[in-house]
T-cell receptor, first 111, second 114 residues
Framework: SQQGEEDPQALSIQEGENATMNCSYK?????LQWYRQNSGRGLVHLIL?????REKHSGRLRVTLDTSKKSSSLLITASRAADTASYFC???????????FGQGTELSVKP | KAGVTQTPRYLIKTRGQQVTLSCSPI?????VSWYQQTPGQGLQFLFE???????NKGNFPGRFSGRQFSNSRSEMNVSTLELGDSALYLC?????????????FGPGTRLTVL
């Protein structure tokens, strides 16, 4: 796509395993944001990582940003069934000042 | 602090009609953004309003319009509805510009066009 890609589109793992989702972008960003959406709670912000940061943590979540490769990863460690949701990355672009979401990754965590 | 609220939650319209959706941001938030979510297209950016001015616009036809009031509440309007407009419309607010700040989303308005 013009904005970049997210992969995989879908991921199915067992409880206790780690899940990794990737997000790429094409032009300069100010920050990259990760969100989770499940049917019960709507879209919820997880982590915002700025272009001058390389890694951020929040509980079992770890986000990395590699500006040289124009990519970011979200790692969920020791996954739980409650982590089953769609995960979206959103790119905060410098040019034009838009926040553009990707297509998302559907994560299914089986008990 | 109350979250982002959207009204109505569900709406059924027929082709050719128009619709107005409303969004009340979190108190103190000056930016309101609108997104269209469909199964095939993910979240598509519609527009962003900041301090009553449209700051950014996505690639949608002119049938889609919006505005923001002095209390930061926002409305979006879709005229001459088409079947393809059936979607979940999400509103999000933030303290400052959307591209620089964490977004808080409302529950959405589910629009069905028959």
């Amino acid at each position: 796509s013009q904005q970049g890609e997210e992969d995989p589109q879908a991921l199915s793992i067992q409880e206790g395993e780690n899940a990794t989702m990737n997000c790429s972008y094409k032009t300069s960003i100010n920050n990259l944001q990760w969100y989770r959406q499940n049917s019960g709670r709507g879209l919820v912000h997880l982590i915002l990582i700025r272009s001058n940061e390389r890694e951020k943590h929040s509980g079992r979540l770890r986000v990395t940003l590699d500006t040289s490769k124009k990519s970011s990863s979200l790692l969920i460690t020791a996954s739980r069934a409650a982590d089953t949701a769609s995960y979206f990355c959103a790119r905060g672009y410098n040019q034009g000042g838009k926040l553009i979401f990707g297509q998302g990754t559907e994560l299914s965590v089986k008990p | 602090k109350a979250g982002v609220t959207q009204t109505p939650r569900y709406l059924i319209k027929t082709r050719g009609q128009q619709v107005t959706l409303s969004c009340s941001p979190i108190s103190g938030h000056r930016s309101v953004s609108w997104y269209q979510q469909t199964p095939g297209q993910g979240l598509q950016f519609l527009f962003e309003y900041f301090s009553e001015t449209q700051r950014n616009k996505g690639n949608f036809p002119g049938r889609f319009s919006g505005r923001q009031f002095s209390n930061s509440r926002s409305e979006m309007n879709v005229s001459t509805l088409e079947l393809g407009d059936s979607a979940l419309y999400l509103c999000a607010s933030s303290l400052g510009p959307a591209s620089l700040n964490e977004q808080f989303f409302g529950p959405g308005t589910r629009l069905t066009v028959l």
